[in-house]
């Protein structure tokens, strides 16, 4: 199994940019294709990006295309997302996911691992 750690949140005012973080441990972190997923208050949680396990596909969710960018470094065992031009709504606690699902997905029950979870706040 892999373990998942997020960093790098904060309060940022509206048109700002952020990198997350998430650093993993345990199993081979190429073995796994990563996501990011995001919850608001009072929502469910929901897909933002996917990448897969060499890093060549990435698959964005239309709220954020054009102003996320997921990356990975296998040999850092470490999964970003640079996130920029941020609205108000991207509020949300943030988190990484592990899946060993053979092609980048979106689908929030193929994810096993799950990190804690890093809290982004957008001022407007």
């Known amino acids: 199994q892999v373990q998942l750690v997020e960093s790098g949140g904060g309060l940022v005012q509206a048109g700002g940019s952020l990198r997350l973080s998430c650093a993993a441990s345990?199993?081979?972190?190429?073995?796994?294709?990563m996501g990011w997923f995001r919850q608001a208050p009072g929502k469910e949680r929901e897909f933002v990006t996917a990448?897969?396990?060499?890093?060549?596909?990435?698959y964005y969710s239309d709220s954020v295309k054009d102003r996320f960018t997921i990356s990975r470094d296998n040999a850092k065992n470490t999964l970003y997302l640079q996130m920029s031009s941020l609205k108000p709504e991207d509020t949300a606690v943030y988190y990484c996911?592990?899946?060993?699902?053979?092609?980048?997905?979106?689908?929030?029950?193929?994810?096993?691992?799950w990190g804690q979870g890093t809290q982004v706040t957008v001022s407007s």
């Open positions: 996911a592990a899946t060993l699902f053979p092609v980048t997905t979106a689908t929030i029950t193929h994810y096993r691992y």
């Open positions: 345990g199993r081979t972190f190429s073995d796994y294709a």
């Open positions: 990448i897969s396990r060499t890093g060549r596909n990435t």
